[in-house]
């Protein structure tokens, strides 16, 4: 069964296809990154366009390189949200239509869901249950995971997601956009210890986190200290040092409390180097394992939908996901509220 994957929930067009025999059998992704850095930030009204340049010639790309048409696809997944609403439309609408042309389901994925099963995708990759650390742009959680809609959340942000603390601390370093890679590839330059920033919420007695004190920090720095490329580096590296030590202490946590050996780490932050050092070396001395999803798995990508959409479809009961005449978007959405297929 060849599942098609469409990802618009953001700044990324990603299109997947995933085959349950054979496994991923081909990805794209075209990164509207540059478009947006001139403005410092996403704009919503240009993603959308974007994607709806992009989307239609993607999938014919990715079914050409693997030689398939769209008469072999099974189903059709698409990012239903979270996300900017605009953006994910584009993917909805038009899965949605070809799900409706093709006469084969269509199913609306929870974007942190695909990021959350995209370790799955790598080898050696974990098996149910396991500690998911989802650390992206817009979320910041450490989630129970018993099985594909089975999800519990253990501690969130009670601010701003890491990857946002990464990017308004790049930005106030003066870095373009996105900040995180920027800031971390700055930080290896810095000079260990010069500055050290808070652990916000390191002892706080629960697993929910807290990163807008570590920006203002950031802010006081720049303020006192001269602003030189070295004295830069310096705070970036205070300031990825303190998020990578909360984020793998609480992370330690949630593995002590749910009794669980297996942590993954999902979402663009997972591509941070010191953060996945640290965590490999923390987390075996526990003597449990992290998985890390590949690297282009990590961001966000349109074979973690297709393989989100492969998994739910392999799963009893997929009657209300047939296709219809209508789709919605869902610009917020709890993962929790997720059910596996089969629930009541
Ligand atoms: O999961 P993602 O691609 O998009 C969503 O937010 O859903 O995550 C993007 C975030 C951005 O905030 C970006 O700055 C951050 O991940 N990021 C990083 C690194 N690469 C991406 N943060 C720290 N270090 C990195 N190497
Ligand atoms: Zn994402």
Redesign the pocket.
Same mark, same amino acid.
């Given at each position: 069964m060849i599942v098609l994957g469409i990802e618009t929930?953001?700044d990324?067009t990603g299109i997947g296809l995933y085959d349950t025999k054979r496994g991923l059998l081909n990805h794209t992704l075209y990164s509207q990154t540059e478009m947006h850095s001139e403005y410092g930030g996403v704009v919503p009204e240009l993603a959308s366009r974007d994607h709806i340049r992009r989307v239609i010639p993607l999938i014919k790309q990715t079914l050409s390189a693997s030689e398939h048409s769209l008469q072999d696809l099974a189903a059709i997944a698409y990012t239903q949200g979270p996300?900017l609403a605009g953006a994910l439309l584009v993917g909805a609408s038009i899965g949605s239509a070809l799900g409706f042309a093709l006469k084969i389901p269509t199913l609306g994925i929870h974007?942190l869901e695909g990021?959350l099963l995209s370790p799955l995708l790598s080898t050696p990759s974990p098996d149910f249950p396991f500690v998911a650390l989802l @650390?992206?742009?817009?979320?910041t959680q450490l989630m129970e995971v018993r099985g594909v809609g089975s999800y519990r959340l253990l501690g969130e942000t009670l601010d701003d997601?890491?990857?946002?603390a990464?990017?308004k601390t790049?930005k106030l370093l003066g870095l373009g956009y996105?900040?995180?890679?920027a800031?971390?590839k700055l930080a290896e330059k810095g000079k260990s210890g010069r500055f050290t920033l808070p652990r916000p919420m390191l002892h706080s007695g629960d697993l929910n986190f807290s990163f807008s004190g570590l920006k203002t920090a950031v802010l006081t720095l720049t303020k006192k200290n001269e602003v030189t490329q070295q004295t830069c580096a310096d705070i970036a590296l205070a300031f990825q040092d303190a998020a990578v030590d909360v984020l793998t202490e609480k992370s330690l946590a949630a593995l002590k409390q749910t009794g669980l050996t297996q942590l993954i780490v999902a979402?663009? @932050?997972g591509?941070?180097?010191q953060?996945r050092n640290k965590l490999l070396k923390k987390v075996e001395l526990a003597g449990a394992t992290v998985f890390f999803p590949s690297l282009e798995f990590?961001?966000?990508n349109g074979a973690m939908i297709a393989f989100a959409g492969a998994m739910r479809l392999q799963m009893p009961d997929i009657s209300n996901q047939l296709p219809g005449n209508s789709f919605t978007v869902k610009a917020r959405w709890n993962l929790e509220l997720l059910k596996a297929p089969n629930d009541p």
């Open positions: 929930s953001c990324e996300g974007h990021h @650390v992206s742009g817009g979320h997601a890491a990857g946002e990464f990017d790049a996105p900040g995180g890679p800031l971390s979402g663009g @932050v591509a941070n180097r953060l990590c961001t966000d």
